[in-house]
């Protein structure tokens, strides 16, 4: 999708709003359901904030993604959106996002133009309610891997998201070494499964949203 095409989405993105969690069921029910269930018995969970950037990159437009640096947790190695826990001072979750955004991929926060949301997400393994957010930048930016958390910097074109076969299913690597087998999204060699897979899943439902709306 060329980057001009893109922009033109951006009322229509913001008319609809987050799809809700039915988005997550359409593609993972059963990982959504027992999700659900597990926010119902851990009411105080952590709190994080993602970003999903929408860049140019050669006139196409492109989701930034991140490769994370292996460590003893939960989401070592995994593929995601920059992101990352609630600080005390932070003044609120859109503040998380762009904070942990700069400090990952060197984007400068005040830069970040904020076009929307996604539906929270709890994951379990971490204890984590995650707050995604809809960001753009008119401009290809210079990305910079913080190295001590981000092992590599991955761009989804989203022409490549917009395909109804993107979601396939295998085995994915978990932190722990065992292979387990689920639906994810590839990417350069690269798997995307879990949180991010099910808020890809959203973005992709609300951009075919978005464009039968600016169609009329």
Do not use: C
């Not at 987050?18 to 997550?24: M, R, T, V, Y």
């Not at 659900?36 to 989701?63: C, M, Q, W, Y």
């Not at 955004?101 to 400068?108: H, K, L, S, Y």
């Not at 949180?195 to 978005?210: D, N, W």
């Amino acid at each position: 999708m060329k980057f001009d095409q893109f922009k033109k989405l951006i009322d229509p993105i913001q008319q609809i709003g987050p799809i809700g969690e039915k988005a997550h069921e359409v593609v993972f029910p059963e990982i959504a359901k027992f999700r659900k269930k597990s926010l119902a018995l851990n009411p105080n969970p952590r709190l994080s904030a993602v970003g999903a950037i929408f860049i140019p990159k050669e006139e196409d437009t492109h989701i930034v993604l991140i490769e994370r640096q292996s460590y003893k947790g939960v989401h070592s190695g995994q593929i995601g959106f920059p992101g990352g826990k609630v600080e005390h001072d932070d003044r609120d979750f859109e503040y998380t996002a762009r904070r942990e955004t700069e400090e990952e991929v060197g984007i400068q926060s005040e830069k970040l133009v904020k076009i929307g949301q996604l539906t929270e997400l709890y994951i379990p393994p971490s204890r984590f309610l995650v707050k995604p957010y809809l960001f753009m930048l008119d401009y290809t930016p210079q990305l910079v891997a913080q190295p001590r958390e981000v092992k590599s910097i991955l761009s989804l074109p989203v022409e490549v998201l917009m395909r109804p076969e993107i979601v396939v299913e295998g085995e994915v690597p978990t932190s722990n070494g065992v292979q387990l087998h689920s639906k994810y999204i590839p990417l350069e060699g690269k798997k995307i499964w879990g949180a991010t897979a099910m808020m890809l899943s959203e973005l992709q439902i609300l951009l075919h949203r978005a464009i039968k709306t600016q169609h009329g």
